[in-house]
């Protein structure tokens, strides 16, 4: 088993109204020097959070002991640029279990599945409804189910279902990871490596 | 039946389809460097696994590398340690190391195709975005993140969902100044950096069939700005000139037998994209971004858009003109400029130092202008000083530095200062990517050789 079981998750959220939010803001380049899988949490979204002193900004909405949870939400094209995983790490080691936003890009959505963090996309119109209930109210709660495929914002019983292909939610489901499923297939992937011409 | 080139190389990759899941797609080959591959070997040893394949497997250090001084001990002791767990890494399990100071050293995306690593029909990872560079030999080449290095590493396969396709044509010929930088980001400039999420471009058309191999590559590199999986381009007579007897490219009957499978990497006349555009070259000029992501580019000579005629939130678009400094319907010629960087896996190699000297012979470095010019490898090195390339720069007052990834990430002590404006050859103008607080330009060779000897942002037809 590779990480945590994710089946309900019921959580306030911190909001992030920003489009294009790319892995250059979630952990900037300097920070990707460790050699092990330590400590990223502390630098999410350094340059946003931090002066150039290492004071922080407080307008900006992880510094805001209003907002908490375990669910990020962000504007549209979340996560695009860099392959960084350190990006999903950070998002991950700050105590965030689910990302949600109108719009991913690949390659940060498909690192989050394979840590174990939930990327829930949603329409526009959902993300916009998310936003204005936890700016009218930061303890609005929002409630992820997993097997049901399903958000709900729960003062309002507002809902939507959202996509994820079977076989990522079963290993999120049961905390297994695409590592587990491929050493069982060594025989197989050695069998077809000798047919390759090059 | 009728396929398209990326449904030949994807299909005849699959080693298990899964219902309702993605395919496990073996991987021809991996190349790793010292940023994203240490957590992976941990991951490996801490399940009892072993590298599956290890020829398979090519390690280079590229991205926290000094481009000064590489034969000193590195002085920063986490990049030391990165470059010293990528080297033992591969040490123990036989892989491939071409470490600081190694003849066949660079950037992972330049020596790949340098020594043939890079082949058409191949699938090719890399824990690095850009490493969609490869898709100009015909290839499959996308970016991984670390779990699924070590994925690679234990089972030479990643399981990915198939990607929707597209295709981009450009038809016609290229302007004068007009290079595939400029091409590249007039695309991502149309699509914007998220047009492309979910796809697989396929670049067609007469413009990429007269470009050269080092352009091919530019242009695919930059697919993932406009969040493409990966670009390709049909592999032809160019493609297989550039790969004959490289240092891993099959030889004698291995490559007769090669050349009859390559020779079938082609789109099928009437095979069908889920999206298609076409754009006339002659419409495209030298670009420039303006902005805080690659899509906001425009024509050098155009003035920056205002907020309600872009796509995207208002509130977005305005955050990300004032981190540039720069206000709506301002003019880009003429901006005054305080680096100019030339490297980086999309404009680091030899054609991309050939179009600099082009502008800069003859001419002076710009007083006010602190210029990085960081070959892409080794190889581009040694062919400037051949090509006699570093005379012109030492006698228009610029130095020439050592290989590596350099200011494109800054992850090195190659970093703009706060505030400080950057014109860059590199692929990304993120808050902060050359360094906290920087801002950056992106554009071609000949915009920043331009940009370079006046000192301020310069259309380079003016120059030509
Ligand atoms: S030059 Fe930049 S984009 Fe290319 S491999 Fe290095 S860091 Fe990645």
Known sequence: MAYDKFQILKSTAVP?????????????????????????????????????????????????????????????????????????????????????????????????????????????????????????????????????????LLATGAQESFEINDYKKQNMINGFDDIDYLTKMKAEIQEFAENRPF | MSTTLFDKVWDSHVVRKIKDGPDVLFIDRHLIHEVTSPVAFLGLKSRNNTVLFSERTFATADHNTPTINQHLPVED??????????????????????????????????????????????????????????????????????????????????????????????????????????????IISKL???????????????????????????????????????????????????????????????????????????????????????????????????????????????????????????????KSLDYMGFAEGDTMIGKPVDYVFIGSCTNGRIEDFRAFASIVKGRKKADNITAWLVPGSHVVEAAIKEEGLLDIFTAAGFVLREPGCSACLAMNDDKVPAGKVAVSTSNRNFEGRQGPGSRTLLASPLVAAATAVTGVVTDPRTLL
Request: net charge negative; glycine share 10%; aromatic share 10%.
């Open chain 1, 16 to 152: 992030l109204p920003i489009e294009n939010v790319d892995t250059d803001q979630i952990i900037p380049a300097r920070f990707l020097k460790a050699t092990e899988r330590k400590g990223f949490g502390d630098n999410l979204f350094r340059d946003w959070r931090y002066n150039s002193d290492n004071t922080p900004k407080e307008q900006f909405i992880l510094n805001n002991p209003i907002y908490k949870g375990k669910i990020l939400v962000g504007g549209k094209n979340f996560g695009s640029g860099s392959s960084r995983e350190h990006a999903a790490w950070a998002v991950y080691d700050y105590g965030f279990r689910c990302v949600v936003s109108s719009f991913f890009a690949d390659i940060f959505r498909g690192n989050c599945l394979n840590i174990g963090v939930l990327p829930v996309q949603v329409s526009a119109g959902f993300l916009d409804k998310i936003f204005k209930a936890i700016e009218a109210n930061p303890a609005t709660e929002l409630e992820i189910d997993l097997p049901k495929q399903t958000i709900t």
């Open chain 2, 77 to 186: 002791p986490l990049s030391a340690n990165q470059l010293k767990a990528l080297e033992e890494n591969s040490a123990e399990y036989g892989i491939s190391h071409w470490g600081l100071g190694h003849q066949k050293n660079g950037i992972v995306h330049v020596v790949g195709p340098e020594n043939g690593i890079t082949l058409p029909g191949a699938t090719i990872v890399c824990g690095d975005s850009h490493t969609s560079t490869h898709g100009a030999f015909g290839a499959i080449a996308f970016g991984i993140g670390t779990s699924e290095v070590e994925m690679v590493l234990s089972s030479q396969c990643i399981m990915q969902p198939k990607p929707k396709k597209m295709r981009i044509n450009i038809t016609g010929e290229l302007g004068f100044g007009v290079t595939p930088k400029d091409v590249a980001l007039f």
């Open chain 2, 192 to 318: 914007t950096t998220s047009g492309a999420t979910g796809y697989f471009v396929e670049y067609a058309g007469d413009v990429f069939k007269q470009m050269t191999m080092e352009g091919r590559m530019t242009v695919c590199n930059l697919s993932i700005e406009m969040g493409a999986r990966g670009g390709i381009i049909a592999p032809d007579e160019k493609t297989f000139e550039y790969i004959k007897d490289r240092l891993y490219t099959p030889k004698g009957a291995a490559w007769d037998k090669a050349m009859d499978y390559w020779k079938t990497l082609t789109t099928d006349a009437d095979a069908v994209f889920d999206k298609e555009l076409t754009f006339d070259g002659s419409d495209i000029e030298p670009m420039i971004t303006y902005g805080t992501n690659p899509g906001m580019g425009t024509g050098i000579s155009q003035n920056i858009p205002k907020a309600e005629d872009v796509e995207g939130g208002v509130a977005t678009y305005k």
